[in-house]
Protein backbone atom coordinates (compact mmCIF):
# COMPACT_ATOMS: atom_id res chain seq x y z
CA UNK A 1 0.00 0.00 0.00
CA UNK A 2 2.56 2.31 1.11
CA UNK A 3 6.09 2.70 -0.33
CA UNK A 4 8.63 1.37 2.28
CA UNK A 5 9.67 3.21 4.87
CA UNK A 6 13.37 2.14 4.89
CA UNK A 7 13.35 3.70 1.36
CA UNK A 8 14.00 7.03 3.13
CA UNK A 9 17.70 5.30 3.95
CA UNK A 10 19.44 8.20 6.50
CA UNK A 11 16.17 9.62 6.60
CA UNK A 12 14.34 6.96 8.21
CA UNK A 13 14.31 7.91 12.08
CA UNK A 14 14.42 11.64 11.44
CA UNK A 15 11.31 11.33 9.29
CA UNK A 16 9.60 8.89 11.82
CA UNK A 17 10.26 11.91 14.81
CA UNK A 18 8.66 14.06 12.64
CA UNK A 19 5.44 12.13 11.76
CA UNK A 20 5.48 11.54 15.41
CA UNK A 21 5.58 15.20 15.80
CA UNK A 22 2.77 16.26 13.27
CA UNK A 23 0.75 13.30 14.61
CA UNK A 24 -1.10 15.77 17.38
CA UNK A 25 -1.27 18.50 14.90
CA UNK A 26 0.30 20.99 12.35
CA UNK A 27 3.74 22.69 12.91
CA UNK A 28 6.65 24.50 11.38
CA UNK A 29 9.96 23.71 10.98
CA UNK A 30 10.87 25.06 14.20
CA UNK A 31 8.26 24.09 16.13
CA UNK A 32 8.70 20.53 14.88
CA UNK A 33 12.79 20.34 15.56
CA UNK A 34 11.62 21.94 19.04
CA UNK A 35 9.04 19.29 20.04
CA UNK A 36 11.15 16.63 18.55
CA UNK A 37 13.69 17.95 21.16
CA UNK A 38 11.04 17.90 23.96
CA UNK A 39 9.57 14.36 23.37
CA UNK A 40 12.76 12.65 22.12
CA UNK A 41 15.91 14.16 23.27
CA UNK A 42 16.81 14.68 19.73
CA UNK A 43 18.14 17.94 18.39
CA UNK A 44 17.54 17.96 14.77
CA UNK A 45 19.39 20.35 12.94
CA UNK A 46 17.63 22.07 9.58
CA UNK A 47 19.52 20.13 7.06
CA UNK A 48 18.43 16.91 8.22
CA UNK A 49 14.65 18.44 8.96
CA UNK A 50 14.21 19.14 5.22
CA UNK A 51 15.78 16.59 4.15
CA UNK A 52 13.07 14.30 5.43
CA UNK A 53 10.20 17.31 5.19
CA UNK A 54 11.67 16.86 1.01
CA UNK A 55 11.07 13.15 1.10
CA UNK A 56 8.01 12.84 3.09
CA UNK A 57 6.19 15.05 1.28
CA UNK A 58 6.82 14.31 -1.98
CA UNK A 59 5.84 10.25 -1.07
CA UNK A 60 2.38 11.98 0.12
CA UNK A 61 2.86 11.80 3.85
CA UNK A 62 2.87 15.05 4.74
CA UNK A 63 1.19 18.03 2.75
CA UNK A 64 2.24 21.46 3.33
CA UNK A 65 -0.20 24.29 4.53
CA UNK A 66 -0.34 28.12 3.51
CA UNK A 67 2.98 30.06 4.79
CA UNK A 68 2.25 32.41 7.92
CA UNK A 69 4.66 34.91 7.40
CA UNK A 70 7.32 32.55 5.65
CA UNK A 71 6.72 29.99 8.07
CA UNK A 72 5.14 27.08 6.79
CA UNK A 73 3.13 24.41 9.05
CA UNK A 74 2.57 20.99 7.77
CA UNK A 75 0.48 18.57 8.59
CA UNK A 76 0.27 14.38 8.19
CA UNK A 77 -1.85 12.88 5.45
CA UNK A 78 -4.00 9.91 6.40
CA UNK A 79 -1.34 7.76 4.59
CA UNK A 80 1.23 9.28 6.55
CA UNK A 81 -0.70 8.31 9.60
CA UNK A 82 -0.99 4.70 8.25
CA UNK A 83 2.42 4.27 8.13
CA UNK A 84 3.47 5.69 11.37
CA UNK A 85 1.03 3.65 12.78
CA UNK A 86 2.89 0.76 11.01
CA UNK A 87 5.62 1.37 12.20
CA UNK A 88 5.24 2.67 15.74
CA UNK A 89 3.47 -1.53 15.75
CA UNK A 90 6.66 -2.73 14.80
CA UNK A 91 8.78 -0.92 17.06
CA UNK A 92 6.29 -1.45 19.91
CA UNK A 93 6.96 -5.20 18.80
CA UNK A 94 10.72 -5.08 18.99
CA UNK A 95 10.50 -3.20 21.98
CA UNK A 96 8.16 -6.27 23.70
CA UNK A 97 10.97 -8.91 22.34
CA UNK A 98 13.74 -6.77 23.20
CA UNK A 99 12.38 -6.12 27.10
CA UNK A 100 11.49 -10.24 27.16
CA UNK A 101 14.76 -11.29 26.32
CA UNK A 102 17.17 -9.00 28.67
CA UNK A 103 14.81 -9.79 31.54
CA UNK A 104 16.41 -11.46 34.43
CA UNK A 105 15.60 -15.59 33.79
CA UNK B 1 25.83 31.18 18.62
CA UNK B 2 27.97 33.32 16.10
CA UNK B 3 26.64 35.90 13.37
CA UNK B 4 29.04 34.24 11.58
CA UNK B 5 27.57 30.85 11.74
CA UNK B 6 24.20 32.39 10.68
CA UNK B 7 25.85 34.55 7.58
CA UNK B 8 26.99 30.85 6.97
CA UNK B 9 24.90 28.75 7.33
CA UNK B 10 22.40 30.86 4.54
CA UNK B 11 24.94 30.53 2.63
CA UNK B 12 24.62 27.02 2.91
CA UNK B 13 21.18 27.10 1.59
CA UNK B 14 22.08 28.79 -1.23
CA UNK B 15 23.75 25.88 -2.59
CA UNK B 16 20.44 23.65 -3.00
CA UNK B 17 19.24 23.22 -5.99
CA UNK B 18 17.54 25.81 -7.66
CA UNK B 19 14.69 24.47 -7.68
CA UNK B 20 15.00 22.79 -4.26
CA UNK B 21 15.09 26.58 -3.03
CA UNK B 22 12.33 27.81 -5.20
CA UNK B 23 10.30 25.86 -2.72
CA UNK B 24 11.89 25.64 0.49
CA UNK B 25 13.95 28.37 0.73
CA UNK B 26 11.76 30.86 2.78
CA UNK B 27 10.94 28.67 4.71
CA UNK B 28 14.23 27.94 5.84
CA UNK B 29 15.08 30.82 5.93
CA UNK B 30 12.81 31.85 8.42
CA UNK B 31 13.52 28.38 10.31
CA UNK B 32 17.14 29.75 10.83
CA UNK B 33 15.98 33.26 12.04
CA UNK B 34 14.64 31.10 15.30
CA UNK B 35 17.13 28.42 15.34
CA UNK B 36 20.89 29.34 16.46
CA UNK B 37 23.15 28.55 14.42
CA UNK B 38 26.53 26.33 14.88
CA UNK B 39 29.24 24.90 13.11
CA UNK B 40 27.12 21.86 13.22
CA UNK B 41 24.34 23.61 11.69
CA UNK B 42 26.31 24.89 9.21
CA UNK B 43 27.98 21.71 8.29
CA UNK B 44 24.22 19.60 8.51
CA UNK B 45 23.23 22.36 5.91
CA UNK B 46 26.11 21.93 3.85
CA UNK B 47 25.92 17.79 3.61
CA UNK B 48 21.84 18.32 3.26
CA UNK B 49 22.62 20.64 -0.15
CA UNK B 50 25.15 17.58 -1.00
CA UNK B 51 22.48 15.41 -0.47
CA UNK B 52 19.78 17.09 -2.37
CA UNK B 53 21.97 17.72 -5.56
CA UNK B 54 22.53 13.77 -5.20
CA UNK B 55 18.77 13.15 -4.93
CA UNK B 56 16.81 11.86 -8.09
CA UNK B 57 14.35 14.34 -7.89
CA UNK B 58 16.83 17.20 -7.85
CA UNK B 59 19.85 15.25 -10.02
CA UNK B 60 19.14 16.57 -13.27
CA UNK B 61 19.97 20.58 -12.05
CA UNK B 62 23.68 18.90 -11.27
CA UNK B 63 24.33 19.81 -15.24
CA UNK B 64 24.48 23.29 -13.70
CA UNK B 65 27.65 22.49 -12.61
CA UNK B 66 28.98 20.04 -14.33
CA UNK B 67 27.92 20.97 -17.35
CA UNK B 68 26.65 18.73 -20.29
CA UNK B 69 28.07 14.90 -18.71
CA UNK B 70 26.67 12.09 -17.65
CA UNK B 71 26.29 10.47 -14.28
CA UNK B 72 29.73 10.00 -13.71
CA UNK B 73 30.50 13.66 -14.41
CA UNK B 74 27.72 14.98 -12.57
CA UNK B 75 28.76 12.88 -9.19
CA UNK B 76 32.25 14.18 -9.99
CA UNK B 77 30.98 17.83 -9.86
CA UNK B 78 28.69 17.09 -6.89
CA UNK B 79 32.08 15.67 -5.21
CA UNK B 80 33.50 18.67 -5.87
CA UNK B 81 31.04 20.96 -4.49
CA UNK B 82 31.17 18.92 -1.30
CA UNK B 83 34.83 19.12 -0.87
CA UNK B 84 35.20 23.03 -1.97
CA UNK B 85 32.09 22.96 1.16
CA UNK B 86 34.19 21.60 3.77
CA UNK B 87 37.25 23.56 2.82
CA UNK B 88 35.20 26.97 2.77
CA UNK B 89 33.01 26.00 5.99
CA UNK B 90 36.37 24.92 7.85
CA UNK B 91 38.14 28.10 6.79
CA UNK B 92 35.23 30.52 7.66
CA UNK B 93 34.72 28.76 10.88
CA UNK B 94 38.84 29.35 11.98
CA UNK B 95 37.73 33.18 11.75
CA UNK B 96 34.59 32.88 13.38
CA UNK B 97 36.81 33.15 16.92
CA UNK B 98 38.33 36.48 15.80
CA UNK B 99 34.87 38.15 14.11
CA UNK B 100 33.07 37.06 17.09
CA UNK B 101 35.55 39.61 19.49
CA UNK B 102 35.40 42.27 16.99
CA UNK B 103 32.10 42.32 17.45
CA UNK B 104 31.71 42.36 20.97
CA UNK B 105 34.40 45.07 21.18
CA UNK B 106 32.42 47.41 18.95
CA UNK B 107 28.91 46.64 20.63
CA UNK B 108 30.55 47.61 23.89
CA UNK B 109 30.78 51.30 23.74
CA UNK B 110 27.35 51.77 23.17
CA UNK B 111 23.70 50.56 24.73
CA UNK B 112 20.61 50.74 23.18
CA UNK B 113 18.66 54.49 23.83
CA UNK B 114 15.29 52.69 21.28
CA UNK B 115 13.42 49.64 20.64
CA UNK B 116 10.76 48.57 18.68
CA UNK B 117 8.92 44.76 18.37
CA UNK B 118 6.59 43.63 16.00
CA UNK B 119 3.32 43.37 16.03
CA UNK B 120 3.57 39.53 15.73
CA UNK B 121 6.75 39.88 18.72
CA UNK B 122 8.75 37.83 16.87
CA UNK B 123 11.18 40.87 15.40
CA UNK B 124 13.02 43.50 17.42
CA UNK B 125 15.12 46.39 16.75
CA UNK B 126 17.31 48.30 19.22
CA UNK B 127 18.66 51.56 18.52
CA UNK B 128 22.15 51.07 19.72
CA UNK B 129 23.88 54.89 21.38
CA UNK B 130 23.57 57.56 19.45
CA UNK B 131 23.69 56.01 16.10
CA UNK B 132 24.34 59.18 14.34
CA UNK B 133 27.95 60.65 14.33
CA UNK B 134 28.10 59.81 18.05
CA UNK B 135 28.98 56.91 20.29
CA UNK B 136 26.72 54.55 19.09
CA UNK B 137 26.72 52.18 16.14
CA UNK B 138 23.53 51.35 14.12
CA UNK B 139 20.12 49.81 14.41
CA UNK B 140 20.42 46.56 15.25
CA UNK B 141 17.77 43.41 14.12
CA UNK B 142 16.74 40.67 16.73
CA UNK B 143 14.91 37.45 16.35
CA UNK B 144 13.10 37.53 19.19
CA UNK B 145 12.11 34.28 21.24
CA UNK B 146 13.28 31.50 23.74
CA UNK B 147 16.50 32.12 22.94
CA UNK B 148 16.35 36.41 21.52
CA UNK B 149 19.37 36.21 18.25
CA UNK B 150 21.13 39.06 16.48
CA UNK B 151 20.32 38.76 12.99
CA UNK B 152 21.84 42.13 11.32
CA UNK B 153 22.29 45.98 11.79
CA UNK B 154 21.67 48.94 9.18
CA UNK B 155 22.55 52.40 9.57
CA UNK B 156 20.06 54.23 12.03
CA UNK B 157 19.43 55.41 15.39
CA UNK B 158 16.14 56.00 17.85
CA UNK B 159 13.47 56.20 17.61
CA UNK B 160 12.22 53.14 15.72
CA UNK B 161 8.48 52.08 14.72
CA UNK B 162 7.72 48.79 13.33
CA UNK B 163 5.12 49.09 10.45
CA UNK B 164 2.99 47.03 7.66
CA UNK B 165 3.02 44.29 10.33
CA UNK B 166 6.44 44.09 10.82
CA UNK B 167 7.52 44.04 7.32
CA UNK B 168 9.15 47.57 7.22
CA UNK B 169 10.43 49.67 10.10
CA UNK B 170 11.27 53.12 10.44
CA UNK B 171 14.08 54.50 11.64
CA UNK B 172 15.86 57.75 12.68
CA UNK B 173 18.65 58.66 10.05
CA UNK B 174 20.69 62.32 10.00
CA UNK B 175 17.96 64.49 8.01
CA UNK B 176 14.80 62.62 8.85
CA UNK B 177 13.42 59.04 8.83
CA UNK B 178 14.43 56.09 6.50
CA UNK B 179 12.21 53.21 5.75
CA UNK B 180 14.00 49.57 5.73
CA UNK B 181 12.36 46.43 4.38
CA UNK B 182 12.91 43.58 6.69
CA UNK B 183 11.32 41.18 4.80
CA UNK B 184 14.13 39.29 5.29
CA UNK B 185 15.72 40.42 8.73
CA UNK B 186 18.86 39.09 8.12
CA UNK B 187 19.25 41.98 5.41
CA UNK B 188 17.41 44.91 6.10
CA UNK B 189 16.75 47.12 2.80
CA UNK B 190 16.55 50.77 2.38
CA UNK B 191 12.83 51.63 0.78
CA UNK B 192 12.43 55.63 0.98
CA UNK B 193 13.41 58.28 3.27
CA UNK B 194 11.25 60.90 4.57
CA UNK B 195 13.56 63.96 5.05
CA UNK B 196 13.30 66.41 7.45
CA UNK B 197 15.23 69.35 9.48
CA UNK B 198 17.43 67.03 11.64
CA UNK B 199 17.00 63.59 13.03
CA UNK B 200 13.38 62.38 14.04
CA UNK B 201 12.90 62.72 17.92
CA UNK B 202 9.93 60.98 17.87
CA UNK B 203 8.10 58.33 15.64
CA UNK B 204 4.07 57.14 15.64
CA UNK B 205 2.70 54.87 13.46
CA UNK B 206 -1.33 54.98 12.73
CA UNK B 207 -3.51 52.54 13.36
CA UNK B 208 -4.75 52.23 9.74
CA UNK B 209 -0.78 51.83 8.71
CA UNK B 210 -1.24 54.20 6.02
CA UNK B 211 0.44 57.47 7.97
CA UNK B 212 3.04 58.48 10.40
CA UNK B 213 4.05 61.17 12.57
CA UNK B 214 7.33 62.09 13.29
CA UNK B 215 8.44 64.46 15.80
CA UNK B 216 11.15 67.26 15.30
CA UNK B 217 12.07 70.05 17.72
CA UNK B 218 9.59 71.88 16.61
CA UNK B 219 7.05 70.10 14.67
CA UNK B 220 5.56 67.28 13.89
CA UNK B 221 5.30 65.99 10.19
CA UNK B 222 2.65 63.78 8.62
CA UNK B 223 3.46 61.26 5.80
CA UNK B 224 1.35 59.43 3.26
CA UNK B 225 2.63 56.07 3.65
CA UNK B 226 0.06 54.17 0.83
CA UNK B 227 2.53 53.83 -0.85
CA UNK B 228 5.44 52.75 1.47
CA UNK B 229 8.48 53.33 -1.40
CA UNK B 230 7.06 56.60 -2.22
CA UNK B 231 5.71 58.61 0.27
CA UNK B 232 4.85 61.75 0.70
CA UNK B 233 4.53 64.47 3.09
CA UNK B 234 1.15 65.99 4.03
CA UNK B 235 1.07 68.11 6.77
CA UNK B 236 3.45 70.28 9.32
CA UNK B 237 1.93 70.36 12.89
CA UNK B 238 3.47 72.78 15.18
CA UNK B 239 4.94 71.37 18.35
CA UNK B 240 7.22 71.89 21.34
CA UNK B 241 10.36 70.88 21.76
CA UNK B 242 10.27 68.21 24.52
CA UNK B 243 12.63 69.53 26.57
CA UNK B 244 14.59 66.99 28.05
CA UNK B 245 16.29 67.17 31.66
CA UNK B 246 20.06 67.81 31.40
CA UNK B 247 21.96 65.00 30.30
CA UNK B 248 18.48 63.26 29.47
CA UNK B 249 19.27 61.71 25.61
CA UNK B 250 16.30 60.26 25.07
CA UNK B 251 13.22 62.44 24.03
CA UNK B 252 11.27 59.47 22.34
CA UNK B 253 7.39 58.60 22.99
CA UNK B 254 6.73 62.10 22.67
CA UNK B 255 3.50 61.82 20.16
CA UNK B 256 0.91 58.98 19.54
CA UNK B 257 -2.51 58.53 18.06
CA UNK B 258 -5.08 57.42 19.41
CA UNK B 259 -6.69 53.78 18.69
CA UNK B 260 -9.05 54.66 16.21
CA UNK B 261 -6.42 56.68 14.61
CA UNK B 262 -8.30 60.25 14.44
CA UNK B 263 -6.48 61.90 17.18
CA UNK B 264 -2.69 62.84 17.19
CA UNK B 265 -1.13 63.81 20.86
CA UNK B 266 2.00 65.75 21.03
CA UNK B 267 4.13 67.86 23.02
CA UNK B 268 3.27 71.46 23.86
CA UNK B 269 4.71 74.31 25.40
CA UNK B 270 5.00 73.89 29.30
CA UNK B 271 5.03 70.21 28.94
CA UNK B 272 1.48 69.86 28.51
CA UNK B 273 0.06 67.85 25.70
CA UNK B 274 -1.65 69.26 22.12
CA UNK B 275 -4.61 66.90 20.93
CA UNK B 276 -4.78 67.15 17.20
CA UNK B 277 -8.09 65.69 15.14
CA UNK B 278 -6.30 64.16 12.03
CA UNK B 279 -9.09 62.60 10.64
CA UNK B 280 -8.61 64.96 7.77
CA UNK B 281 -4.37 64.91 7.44
CA UNK B 282 -3.56 67.62 5.39
CA UNK B 283 -5.69 69.75 7.89
CA UNK B 284 -5.31 68.63 10.63
CA UNK B 285 -7.38 70.91 13.59
CA UNK B 286 -6.01 71.79 16.93
CA UNK B 287 -8.61 70.23 19.81
CA UNK B 288 -7.16 70.97 23.12
CA UNK B 289 -3.71 71.51 25.22
CA UNK B 290 -4.44 69.67 28.44
CA UNK B 291 -1.72 69.63 31.63
CA UNK B 292 1.34 71.48 31.90
CA UNK B 293 4.10 71.58 34.30
CA UNK B 294 3.94 67.95 34.58
CA UNK B 295 8.05 68.05 33.49
CA UNK B 296 9.37 66.72 30.23
CA UNK B 297 7.92 63.65 28.98
CA UNK B 298 8.74 60.40 29.18
CA UNK B 299 6.32 58.34 28.00
CA UNK B 300 3.00 58.88 26.06
CA UNK B 301 0.06 56.39 25.93
CA UNK B 302 -3.57 56.47 24.54
CA UNK B 303 -6.08 53.57 26.22
CA UNK B 304 -7.29 50.90 24.33
CA UNK B 305 -10.83 52.44 24.13
CA UNK B 306 -9.08 56.36 23.43
CA UNK B 307 -11.18 57.39 26.41
CA UNK B 308 -7.72 58.12 28.53
CA UNK B 309 -4.18 59.63 27.68
CA UNK B 310 -1.30 58.61 30.24
CA UNK B 311 1.85 61.05 30.20
CA UNK B 312 4.48 60.01 32.35
CA UNK B 313 7.04 63.11 33.19
CA UNK B 314 10.71 62.65 33.44
CA UNK B 315 10.09 64.35 36.97
CA UNK B 316 8.34 60.65 38.09
CA UNK B 317 4.95 62.01 37.61
CA UNK B 318 2.11 60.01 36.58
CA UNK B 319 -0.87 61.68 34.47
CA UNK B 320 -3.59 60.81 33.39
CA UNK B 321 -6.48 63.16 31.52
CA UNK B 322 -9.94 61.49 31.01
CA UNK B 323 -10.40 62.82 26.98
CA UNK B 324 -14.01 63.09 27.59
CA UNK B 325 -13.19 65.84 30.00
CA UNK B 326 -10.07 67.00 29.42
CA UNK B 327 -10.17 70.01 32.49
CA UNK B 328 -10.03 67.49 34.51
CA UNK B 329 -6.95 65.42 35.18
CA UNK B 330 -5.13 63.02 38.17
CA UNK B 331 -1.71 63.18 39.02
CA UNK B 332 0.02 60.12 40.37
CA UNK B 333 3.71 59.99 41.91
CA UNK B 334 5.67 57.09 41.95
CA UNK B 335 6.44 55.54 45.37
CA UNK B 336 9.74 56.64 46.73
CA UNK B 337 10.61 58.27 43.14
CA UNK B 338 13.15 61.42 43.65
CA UNK B 339 12.44 64.17 41.82
CA UNK B 340 13.75 63.12 38.39
CA UNK B 341 13.59 60.04 37.23
CA UNK B 342 17.68 59.38 35.85
CA UNK B 343 18.90 61.20 32.78
CA UNK B 344 19.43 58.75 30.48
CA UNK B 345 17.64 55.69 29.35
CA UNK B 346 14.04 55.28 28.16
CA UNK B 347 10.74 54.43 30.07
CA UNK B 348 7.41 52.37 28.78
CA UNK B 349 4.54 52.92 29.29
CA UNK B 350 1.07 50.78 28.31
CA UNK B 351 -2.56 50.18 28.93
CA UNK B 352 -3.59 46.55 29.85
CA UNK B 353 -6.04 45.34 26.91
CA UNK B 354 -9.08 46.14 29.31
CA UNK B 355 -7.98 49.57 29.55
CA UNK B 356 -8.26 48.72 33.85
CA UNK B 357 -4.65 48.55 34.75
CA UNK B 358 -2.00 51.22 33.58
CA UNK B 359 2.19 49.92 33.74
CA UNK B 360 5.14 51.92 33.46
CA UNK B 361 8.26 51.07 33.44
CA UNK B 362 10.56 53.70 35.41
CA UNK B 363 14.20 54.09 36.37
CA UNK B 364 14.73 55.83 39.88
CA UNK B 365 18.41 58.00 40.11
CA UNK B 366 18.11 58.01 43.79
CA UNK B 367 19.09 54.05 44.53
CA UNK B 368 21.11 53.51 41.68
CA UNK B 369 19.53 53.71 38.84
CA UNK B 370 16.69 50.59 39.78
CA UNK B 371 14.24 49.94 37.66
CA UNK B 372 10.70 49.60 39.15
CA UNK B 373 7.42 48.42 37.18
CA UNK B 374 4.79 49.96 38.56
CA UNK B 375 1.39 49.46 37.83
CA UNK B 376 -1.98 51.81 38.14
CA UNK B 377 -5.64 50.92 37.98
CA UNK B 378 -7.15 52.95 36.17
CA UNK B 379 -10.58 51.83 36.01
CA UNK B 380 -11.91 55.48 37.24
CA UNK B 381 -9.33 58.79 37.14
CA UNK B 382 -12.03 60.91 39.16
CA UNK B 383 -10.01 59.29 42.35
CA UNK B 384 -6.25 59.13 43.40
CA UNK B 385 -4.16 56.62 41.75
CA UNK B 386 -3.10 54.10 44.08
CA UNK B 387 0.28 52.40 42.56
CA UNK B 388 2.03 49.15 42.75
CA UNK B 389 5.26 48.76 42.48
CA UNK B 390 7.78 46.13 42.27
CA UNK B 391 11.60 46.46 41.52
CA UNK B 392 12.81 44.54 39.11
CA UNK B 393 16.61 43.18 39.42
CA UNK B 394 16.69 43.98 35.93
CA UNK B 395 18.91 46.37 34.10
CA UNK B 396 20.17 49.75 34.49
CA UNK B 397 20.50 50.86 31.06
CA UNK B 398 18.92 50.31 27.50
CA UNK B 399 15.38 50.56 26.11
CA UNK B 400 12.43 48.87 27.21
CA UNK B 401 9.03 48.43 25.42
CA UNK B 402 5.90 46.71 25.97
CA UNK B 403 5.12 44.33 23.27
CA UNK B 404 1.60 44.11 22.09
CA UNK B 405 -0.09 41.66 24.29
CA UNK B 406 2.02 42.64 27.31
CA UNK B 407 3.28 39.31 27.66
CA UNK B 408 6.77 40.34 27.75
CA UNK B 409 9.29 43.72 28.19
CA UNK B 410 11.68 43.50 25.86
CA UNK B 411 14.86 45.40 26.01
CA UNK B 412 18.85 45.14 25.35
CA UNK B 413 20.36 43.23 28.98
CA UNK B 414 23.99 45.32 29.80
CA UNK B 415 24.75 42.43 32.07
CA UNK B 416 28.30 41.47 32.32
CA UNK B 417 30.97 44.46 30.89
CA UNK B 418 31.76 42.58 27.76
CA UNK B 419 28.07 41.62 26.77
CA UNK B 420 26.59 45.46 26.82
CA UNK B 421 24.65 45.28 23.54
CA UNK B 422 24.64 41.65 22.96
CA UNK B 423 21.68 39.91 24.45
CA UNK B 424 17.95 40.91 24.30
CA UNK B 425 15.75 40.29 27.39
CA UNK B 426 12.51 38.96 27.98
CA UNK B 427 10.31 39.67 30.96
CA UNK B 428 7.31 37.49 32.50
CA UNK B 429 3.80 38.30 32.13
CA UNK B 430 2.79 41.63 33.06
CA UNK B 431 -0.22 42.61 35.29
CA UNK B 432 -3.47 43.41 34.06
Same mark, same amino acid.
Given at each position: ??????????????????????????????????????????K?????????L???????????????????????????????????????R???????????? | ????? @? *????????????????????E????? @??????????????????????????R?????????????????????? +??????????????????????????????A?????????????????????? $?G???????I????????? #???A????? +? %????????????????????????????????????A??I???? @?????????????H?? !??????????????? $?????? +??? %????????? =???? /???????????????????????? *????????????????? #????????A?? /???????? =????D????????????????????N??????P???????????????????????????????????????????????????????????????? !???? !???????????
Open positions: MHQKFDDLGRFADPSLLILTSLADGPRHGYAIMTDIAAFSGVMEPGTLYGATRLERRGWVRPLPADDRRRPYEITEPGRAVLTEQLASMAIVTVGHRRIAPA | MSGLA @D *RLARLMVSCYPRRWRRRYRQLLALL @DEHPSSPRTVANLALGAVGTHLDPAYREGITMSGPGGPLRTTAAVAGL +AVGLVVVVGGLLALDIRHEQQTDGALTASYMGIAVSPNTRLGVTAQGTGLGG $ACCDLVWRGAHPKLLAK #FPGAPLAF +A %YGGQTVLAASLTGVTEWSLADPARPARIATMPGPGPQGAYAP @DHTMVAVAYAKAVLW !NLANPAAPHRIAIIP $AAANTA +APG %YSSVQDQIA =FSPD /GRTLATTAAHHAVSLWDVSTPWAP *RHLATVGRDTGPMAALA #FSPAGSQLYL /GQNGKLTV =FNLTPAHLVHAAIPGSPATLVTWGYALSYSSGTQLTAVVVIEETGGDRRICTWNVTSVSQPLAAHCRADNFPTAGAFTFTSNRTAIVGPDPRGA !NKLS !NTLSIWPTLPG
